[in-house]
């Protein structure tokens, strides 16, 4: 249930000498060696993501087969060729760069290659792959990005994507601003296993349903956005948004959001201009393109998630899914020490990414 994520973008690595350096070694409250790797993937300028790779050296490697089996494997036997094609593709820990392959079983000795190979991974573009955990820090929950892959390539453009199980009931959608800026705000929680003795609670995640590109006036586009917010429970009817989940209940919805970390790049238009330009304009004295400014225009820095898609495969090939649980019970399950900013706190309203009006979501 927990999110998973693809980054594509150079990997930027902070200085040996800074506050937070590339990497850390020590050893846990087990006395087990530990190491950890972190790391920038800037798919532009103005966005980027902090990813982390973490490792303990133990004396066993708890890990799967390819039958979903749990098996565990000896420290010393972790390089035998024959008990690493046990291992299950998902479970391994993968970098691909200068056209060779390294695959490890065990996440303490992948972080040790990522550390003595830190020069060369430096400025190079990345797929890069993981999942997505909780991470609680003086009683404050944040999701970490932690990847167990990296393949180098020239061919895939840059960007940054993040899949989610999406919770949320009628009373976490948010419309206020669909009239005046075409955006829908969606308090949903996901799930996220914490611990042993915690489990699985269910954390505060919003996300943004962004149409401020889409052409309204145009009927095939209309048609396609419609579809679109139908199978979130949403529903446009004569350009208004009228929630469509049944009150008191809780659904869930499998999504794949852009994620934005960073100031988004604002397309120029008329509407940043002064009315003395926008005469100049009118009475032919001046064009749009002398007004201009030198380089990109960036909107504020926020973090936030936007919607791009979402599966339709069973259960969710009529859309989102109705939840067996109460409101009430499904309140008891949210992890209580979580920060429950809102969409808006999160994103304090950023301008919409430009897109093409075919492509509804960014």
């Known amino acids: 249930m927990a999110g998973n994520f693809k980054f594509v973008g150079k ?18 409250s087990n006395k087990d060696p530990y190491a950890s790797f972190n790391m920038s993937v800037v798919p532009e300028k103005s966005n980027r993501a ?20 749990k098996i565990t494997i000896n420290w010393d036997d972790r390089e035998d060729p024959e008990v690493v094609k046990k291992v299950a593709y998902y479970k391994r820990y993968i970098i691909a760069m200068n056209g060779e392959r390294h695959e490890f079983i065990s996440d303490y000795d992948y972080v040790q290659f990522l550390i003595a190979n830190m020069e060369t991974i430096k400025g190079k573009t990345f797929i890069v792959k993981g999942g997505v955990q909780p991470n609680v820090y003086n009683g404050k929950v944040s999701l970490r990005y932690n990847f167990s892959s990296m393949i180098e390539t020239a061919d895939v453009a840059p960007g940054m994507t993040v899949n989610y199980t999406f919770f949320y009931g009628a009373e976490d959608i948010d419309t206020a601003d669909w009239a005046s800026k075409k955006t829908i705000n969606v308090n949903a929680y996901t799930s996220q296993y914490f611990n042993k003795d915690t489990g699985n609670k269910y954390v505060a995640t919003p996300f943004v349903i962004d149409c401020s590109k889409a052409d309204l006036d145009n009927p095939e586009i209309v048609k396609k956005l419609a579809f679109r917010l139908k199978q979130l429970g949403l529903e446009l009817e004569n350009g208004a948004i009228n929630v469509r989940i049944k009150k008191k209940t809780i659904v869930s919805l499998p999504v794949e959001c852009t994620y934005i970390n960073g100031n988004e790049e604002i397309p120029f238009d008329e509407s940043q201009l002064t009315e003395n330009q926008k005469m100049a304009i009118e009475l032919g004295i001046s064009t749009i393109d002398e007004f201009k400014p ?8 926020v973090t936030l998630l936007k919607y791009r898609s979402n599966d339709m495969r069973s259960p969710y090939e009529n859309g989102c899914k ?11 399950l949210i992890y209580k020490e979580a920060q429950t900013e809102t969409v808006k706190d999160l994103e304090k309203k950023a301008e919409s990414e430009e897109i093409d009006d075919a492509f509804l979501f960014s």
């Open 11 to 28: 990997v930027e690595l902070n200085s040996l000498d800074s506050k937070i350096p590339p990497y850390r070694e020590g050893t846990t």
């Open 50 to 69: 902090y990813v982390e790779a973490f490792g303990v050296k133990r004396k066993e490697i708890n890990t799967m087969d390819f039958d979903g089996n």
């Open 294 to 301: 030198k380089g990109n225009i960036y909107g504020t820095r």
């Open 322 to 332: 109705t939840e067996d649980i109460t409101v009430d019970d499904f309140q008891d």
